[in-house]
């Protein structure tokens, strides 16, 4: 799910409402969901969104729990994540989110079945599953995700604050090139980071968004409708335009019909391009999986 996700929108309309009195789910006090250790579960908002989950993720790991009442796999699954989160010794914090009650949020994590978990780190998405897992299977994805993403994160606050946050000096660089609007400096100072630490995932995830994002801006959004049908290089275009707008199931369809239409070359060029747009995302993604049976049914 890395890079693709846009939560952007959400924090925009945190920090604008910051001074706002913030919703609780428990009267008289903080947001509660069963017995718990202090901070380990929190109900979470589209007002505080940005501080319970974006910015708490600088810290520490971030497992946000998409649910709703009416969703009977989410009482299954919810106590289980709560109860890891409270035996968790802060390694990660639970982040509980009603989806009918913050549509925001569902919108910016594509939720298209519940219940959906995301793990957040860095202020990005890192990975995430649907439907209900076994407390076994969930400790192993936590496991693998720290495995990751732990050394990136700067720890839980102690008592006296939050420690500092430790940064990497190069991403700082790329990142400013990029906020300056600088997409070619950024993409090579990325570029040039992967080629020092061939295994610095964040920097090589960064470089395939962005190479993605040059490429598509450049095409005309015309081409959705105009691209010949046997114009090879026109449909991963449009394809590219497609995804830029948010709309992953329409580009990866769009390819698979090159895929299935086509031999030889054509066809290899054409998945290959498929395989590569699915790195931007989570492999769990539900559409990633659709896409790749799809993609096996044309190809076999």
Same mark, same amino acid.
């Given at each position: 799910?890395?890079?693709?996700?846009?939560?952007?929108?959400?924090?925009?309309?945190?920090?604008?409402?910051?001074?706002?009195?913030?919703?609780?789910?428990?009267?008289?006090?903080?947001?509660?969901?069963?017995?718990?250790?202090?901070?380990?579960?929190?109900?979470?908002?589209?007002?505080?969104?940005?501080?319970?989950?974006?910015?708490?993720?600088?810290?520490?790991?971030?497992?946000?729990?998409?649910?709703?009442?009416?969703?009977?796999?989410?009482?299954?699954?919810? *106590?289980?994540?709560?109860?890891? %989160? !409270?035996? +968790?010794?802060?390694?990660?914090? &639970? =982040?509980?989110? #009603? /989806?009918?009650?913050?549509?925001?949020?569902?919108?910016?994590?594509?939720?298209?079945?519940?219940?959906?978990?995301?793990?957040?780190?860095?202020?990005?998405?890192?990975?995430?599953?649907?439907?209900?897992?076994?407390?076994?299977?969930?400790?192993?994805?936590?496991?693998?995700?720290?495995?990751?993403?732990?050394?990136?994160?700067?720890?839980?606050?102690?008592?006296?604050?939050?420690?500092?946050?430790?940064?990497?000096?190069?991403?700082?660089?790329?990142?400013?090139?990029?906020?300056?609007?600088?997409?070619?400096?950024?993409?090579?100072?990325?570029?040039?980071?992967?080629?020092?630490?061939?295994?610095?995932?964040?920097?090589?995830?960064?470089?395939?968004?962005?190479?993605?994002?040059?490429?598509?801006?450049?095409?005309? *959004?015309?081409?959705?409708?105009? %691209? !010949?049908? +046997?114009?090879?290089?026109?449909? &991963? =275009?449009?394809? #590219? /335009?497609?995804?830029?707008?948010?709309?992953?199931?329409?580009?990866?369809?769009?390819?698979?019909?090159?895929?299935?239409?086509?031999?030889?070359?054509?066809?290899?060029?054409?998945?290959?391009?498929?395989?590569?747009?699915?790195?931007?995302?989570?492999?769990?993604?539900?559409?990633?999986?659709?896409?790749?049976?799809?993609?096996?049914?044309?190809?076999?």
């Amino acid at each position: 799910m890395s890079g693709a996700v846009d939560l952007s929108a959400l924090k925009e309309r945190a920090e604008a409402q910051r001074a706002q009195p913030q919703r609780s789910a428990a009267p008289g006090g903080p947001p509660v969901s069963g017995p718990s250790a202090p901070g380990s579960v929190l109900d979470v908002t589209e007002e505080t969104f940005e501080t319970d989950v974006l910015a708490r993720s600088t810290r520490q790991l971030v497992v946000v729990d998409l649910w709703a009442t009416w969703c009977e796999p989410c009482k299954q699954l919810s *106590p289980v994540l709560e109860r890891m %989160a !409270a035996s +968790a010794g802060g390694q990660w914090v &639970l =982040a509980k989110v #009603d /989806v009918d009650a913050n549509p925001r949020i569902a919108q910016a994590f594509r939720v298209q079945s519940i219940p959906m978990v995301v793990a957040i780190a860095a202020g990005q998405p890192v990975a995430a599953f649907n439907g209900v897992r076994s407390e076994q299977e969930i400790t192993a994805w936590i496991g693998e995700i720290l495995s990751q993403v732990g050394g990136h994160l700067t720890g839980v606050p102690d008592a006296d604050g939050p420690e500092p946050e430790t940064t990497d000096p190069r991403m700082d660089a790329a990142e400013e090139l990029l906020n300056a609007g600088d997409f070619d400096g950024a993409l090579g100072a990325y570029r040039a980071i992967v080629e020092a630490e061939p295994d610095n995932v964040e920097a090589a995830s960064a470089a395939r968004n962005l190479e993605f994002v040059i490429r598509a801006q450049a095409h005309d *959004p015309a081409i959705v409708e105009t %691209a !010949a049908t +046997a114009d090879i290089d026109a449909q &991963l =275009a449009a394809a #590219d /335009v497609l995804l830029l707008a948010q709309q992953p199931e329409a580009a990866f369809d769009r390819i698979i019909e090159v895929v299935r239409a086509t031999a030889g070359d054509d066809r290899t060029q054409a998945r290959t391009r498929l395989l590569e747009l699915f790195e931007l995302f989570d492999p769990a993604e539900p559409f990633v999986v659709g896409a790749r049976r799809k993609l096996a049914s044309a190809l076999y």
